[in-house]
C-alpha cells in the first residue's frame, strides 16, 4: 500500500563529493509528502494551509548508501501510525535494489494558531485505510 | 563544552505558514557542523574534502517548537560519541530559554572511494578533549 | 520549438508571503535546462559533467507576477543564440495564459580546467535545428 | 556609501563541479539585501512583511568568475535608483581583487494585496542619502 514517487537526482542535489547533499534529501520527503496528501489522500497542501499547518514534528533518517547525480530513485511512502492529531510515516528510497535511505516522521494537524487540532473524519479513515499493519495509536 | 552557532532565522528559512521550513534546519546543521570543523577542530571541510568526505550517516530530529522570521536561535554542538572511523554529535537549538529543535547524528570519515576510515590521530584526540562525558566508543 | 517543462508550485517554493521565493526560480530554470539537455539534447549532465561543464554565464530575469503555492507552471525553453563555446537561452513561464517570468541566460561550455571549449559538432548542429529565428552567432 | 556582507562559500553553496550553484547566489543576494534592510535602513524584512512586501521584480546577473568552497567572498550593495515605489540596486561580490558576480536588480515595495505603494518618506529619504551618483528616478 505504499505511495510511490520518483525522483531522479539532479544537479542542484548534488555536493561537491558528487552525491545528494543530505539536506536536500530532505526537501525530496517534503515533497514526497506533499505529492501524497495531493494524490492519495485527495487533501492537497494548498488547501490544508489555507487554515491549518501540517508541521512535521520529528524525523529519523538513516543514510545507507550515497546517490549520485544522474541515479533514478524511487521513495515509497507508508502510513506506520494513526493518531487523533498526528500521523507516523515512513519513507524508503531505493535506487533497483539498493536501499538509498529511510525515513520515519511524525507529522502533526495544527489550527491557525499552531494548535494540535483533531484530523477531520475523512482522513483519519483514509490514513487508517492506507495504514499497512495494526500499529493504530489511540 | 558545547561550539556555539548563532542564526538568525532569515527570509529564505520561512515557509507560507511563517516559520522555518524544517530541511532549512538541516542546512543551518550542516553549517554548524562545518563552521565547528573549521573553529574547534582546525580541520575545514574544504581541507578535508581535497581527499576524504564526511557525510551523514544518520540523523534523528525533534523539532519542539516553531522559530519565525527574525528569531536569533543560537544552535549548540556537542560531540557525544567519538568512535575510531566515525563521531556522535548533538545539536540544541534555542531561541533564548526555549529550544526550538534538537538532533543527534553521526558522521563518518570516508576515503576518495567511500570507504570508511580511521580518524587522525591528532582528530581523534581533539574530539576526546570536547566530548561531554564518558560515553567513548571503542 | 520549445522545450516545455511542467512545475507544479510546491510548499519548499513559497515564502512568508505565500509566494515563491525567487532564488527558488533559479533552481526551477536550471532544472528545466537540465532536462532540456537529457530530453532535447540526448546529453544529460550527468554525462557532460564527467569531463566537461556548463556553467551559467549571465542570466536576466523579469518577474512579471507572483506564483502562488498549488499553482501549476509550464517553462517553455527556447534556444535564442548558437555560439561556438556558448549557447542563448530564453525561458518563459507560464500558469495558463499569465506570464510569470522570463529569463534570458547565456551557458558556456567548459572542459575539465573551466577553460570554454567548442561544443562537439552533433551538439552545435542540434542546437541549431532547435533555434527559432536567423540570429545565429559566430 | 556600500553596504559590505560579508559570505564564506559553503560546503551547501557548491555543485559536483566543486564551485558555487548559482541559484544559491541569489540566496546569498537575498540574504545579502536582507541585512542591508535590517542594518543599513533600520527597517529590518520581518516588520515589513508584516502588513507589506519587498519582491524582487527583476535581477541581471553576470557570473565573471566560478567560486569555490571556503572563498571568503565580500558582496558590496550599492543603492542605483531610488523611485516611489521601487529601488534600484547593484551587488557585487569579489574575493580579494577578484569580481566573482555583479547584480543588478528592482526591488519594489507592494501592500498587503500585493499592489504597488509609496515607501514611507523616512525609507525613501534613507535611500538617497545612500545613493550614489546622480541618478534619482522620479
Redesign the interface.
Request: charged share 25%.
Given at each position: 500500500m505504499a505511495f510511490s514517487f520518483p525522483q531522479k537526482v539532479?544537479?542542484?542535489h548534488?555536493?561537491?563529493?558528487?552525491?545528494v547533499?543530505?539536506?536536500?534529501y530532505?526537501?525530496m520527503i517534503?515533497?514526497c509528502v506533499?505529492a501524497f496528501f495531493a494524490e492519495a489522500m485527495g487533501w492537497?497542501?494548498?488547501?490544508i494551509?489555507t487554515s491549518k499547518?501540517i508541521?512535521?514534528?520529528?524525523?529519523?533518517?538513516?543514510?545507507q548508501s550515497?546517490s549520485?547525480?544522474?541515479d533514478h530513485l524511487t521513495l515509497s511512502l507508508s502510513v506506520t501510525r494513526v493518531g487523533g492529531r498526528s500521523v507516523g510515516l515512513a519513507v524508503v528510497a531505493r535506487a533497483g535494489d539498493e536501499t538509498r535511505f529511510t525515513a520515519a516522521s511524525t507529522l502533526v494537524l495544527v489550527d491557525g494558531a499552531?494548535r494540535p487540532t483533531a484530523w477531520p473524519d475523512t482522513i483519519r479513515q483514509k490514513f487508517l485505510s492506507l495504514q499497512e499493519g495494526p500499529d493504530h495509536a489511540p
Open positions: 539532479l544537479f542542484k548534488c555536493d561537491p563529493a558528487g552525491i547533499f543530505y539536506p536536500r530532505f526537501e517534503n515533497d506533499e492537497p497542501f494548498e488547501e494551509l499547518g508541521p512535521t514534528a520529528e524525523i529519523s533518517t538513516r543514510f550515497p549520485h547525480h544522474g499552531g
